[in-house]
């Protein structure tokens, strides 16, 4: 079965620090992963997503992510910490049994940058 | 603007009392999927459809149902709601079915059952 593990609950950054919040995923075939952001009382926004090809991949407002099969992992990365960036993040790996376009989530970490 | 809309934002209601949650998508996708979000359990699917009058289980149904009977539309309802199902739900769709696309997601609603 496919899952996600997003091993940090929270993740507590100086603002102008590069950041990481990171994601681990199990699936049989090809994993197909993406990343959301959750900002206070608003949906789910999407970030990025890899589905095949270059291992860096690069999303919204800055953020980037890289695949590792031989890790199976898919963390999360910016450069340059902001404030605004302090939100719920969700890893989620796509689950294409049945024909359909199901997500599976991690727990969730909450990004905190400090000024 | 392209949107997911969900009805209402937040609702406190009582045990057995029925409701539904409305969902409505202008991006005139074919897939849409209810999800409940709880601390450290992240998103669980509740229901998906992948077309209309094409609806399906997911991870956990339980006490729930959905209808598909137009396209842009797909509401949750809770017959007989219970304690257990006070959550924060959200209402996604996507297109098309079988695709990589990322779906969107609705602002969601904060339901509290007393």
């Known amino acids: 079965a496919q899952s996600v593990a997003q091993p940090e609950d929270q993740v507590n950054v100086a603002e102008g620090n590069p950041l990481t919040v990171k994601c681990t995923y199990s699936v049989s075939g090809n994993p197909y992963l993406f990343w959301y952001v959750q900002y206070p009382n608003r949906g789910l926004q999407f970030l990025l997503k890899?589905?095949?090809?270059?291992?860096l991949v690069k999303g919204s407002y800055g953020f980037e992510a890289e695949f590792n099969k031989s890790q199976t992992s898919f963390h999360l990365k910016k450069p340059s910490a902001l404030v605004s960036d302090s939100a719920l993040y969700f890893c989620a790996v796509r689950d294409g049994s049945g024909g359909y376009n199901k997500l599976i989530f991690g727990a969730g970490t909450r990004l905190a940058v400090h000024p | 603007e392209a949107q997911v809309t969900q009805n209402p934002r937040y609702l406190i209601t009582v045990t057995g009392k029925k409701l539904t949650v409305t969902c409505s998508q202008n991006?005139?996708?074919?897939?849409m999927s209810w999800y409940r979000q709880d601390p450290g359990l992240g998103l669980r699917q509740i229901y998906y459809s992948m077309n209309v009058e094409v609806t399906d289980k997911g991870d956990v149904p339980e006490g729930y149902k959905v209808s598909r009977k137009e396209k842009r539309n797909f509401p949750l309802i809770l017959e007989s709601p219970s304690p257990n199902q006070t959550s924060l739900y959200f209402c996604a769709s996507s297109s098309p079915t079988g695709s990589y696309n990322e779906q969107f997601f609705g602002p969601g609603t904060r339901l509290t059952v007393l």
């Open positions: 890899y589905i095949t090809g270059d291992n």
């Open positions: 991006m005139n996708h074919e897939y």
